[in-house]
């Protein structure tokens, strides 16, 4: 079965320090990937998302995500956090699109300003 | 355009209680989903619909939850009777013919 690994749970960092959350899937076959954000009280918003092309995929509010087939990862990133990153973000893949996205555990990130 | 919408946003029942929810999806999205968010995890996929059919229900414990989306718009999902470990947020998703997944605020359901 697929499953979705993010390696941090809980990540604190002040303004302006750079941003790496590490996510590894397995599945061995073609994959769609997504980073989900929820900040305090709102819904999941969808941060980017990779179906096919460029493995490095700009999203929203500066955050980036490079897929790397070889090692299953689709690690997100931002080279200067503010302290309105303070969310929990999720990685979820699925195999077709329109499937089930099957998300990782989520990693809190907390930003000190 | 409005996201999509779900009620009630929180529900506090005893054990054994009936429960349902309701969500509204994004005005044309055929495809709409249900997924469970426990504490602390990611959520799953309890079941999907691609308009009025159910085409994946495959972890949705059919024994006290049920679901239906008549007319391929509104969806309910039930629980009866509700258990202890069914507190947990109760999420709905809509998106349009296999697109980009877009979230309610979910329903945060705690069993007494």
């Known amino acids: 079965a697929q499953s979705v690994s993010q390696h941090n749970h809980h990540v604190i960092l002040s303004e302006a320090a750079s941003l790496e959350l590490g996510c590894n899937y397995s599945y061995g076959g073609t994959v769609n990937l997504f980073w989900y954000v929820q900040y305090p009280g709102q819904h999941l918003q969808l941060l980017l998302k990779?179906?096919?092309?460029?493995?490095l995929v700009k999203g929203i509010k500066g955050f980036e995500a490079e897929f790397i087939k070889s090692k299953f990862s689709f690690n997100l990133r931002k080279p200067s956090v503010q302290w309105s990153d303070t969310a929990e973000y999720f990685c979820a893949v699925n195999v077709r699109q329109g499937g089930k996205l099957i998300f990782g555990q989520g990693t809190e990130l907390s930003v000190k300003p | 355009e409005a996201g999509v919408v779900q009620s009630p946003r929180y529900k506090i029942i005893e054990k054994k209680q009936p429960v349902a929810f309701w969500c509204n999806p994004i005005?044309?999205?055929?495809?709409l989903y249900w997924y469970l968010q426990n504490l602390g995890q990611g959520p799953e996929l309890l079941i999907r619909y691609e308009n009025e059919e159910a085409v994946d229900d495959s972890q949705l414990p059919k024994d006290r939850f049920s679901a239906e989306r008549l007319k391929g718009v509104d969806s309910t999902l039930k629980i009866q009777p509700a258990e202890l470990g069914d507190s947990a947020v109760y999420l709905c998703a809509s998106s349009l013919s296999g697109g980009t997944q877009y979230f309610g605020p979910g329903t945060r359901l705690t069993v007494l």
């Open positions: 005005s044309g999205h055929n495809t």
């Open positions: 990779y179906f096919s092309g460029d493995p």
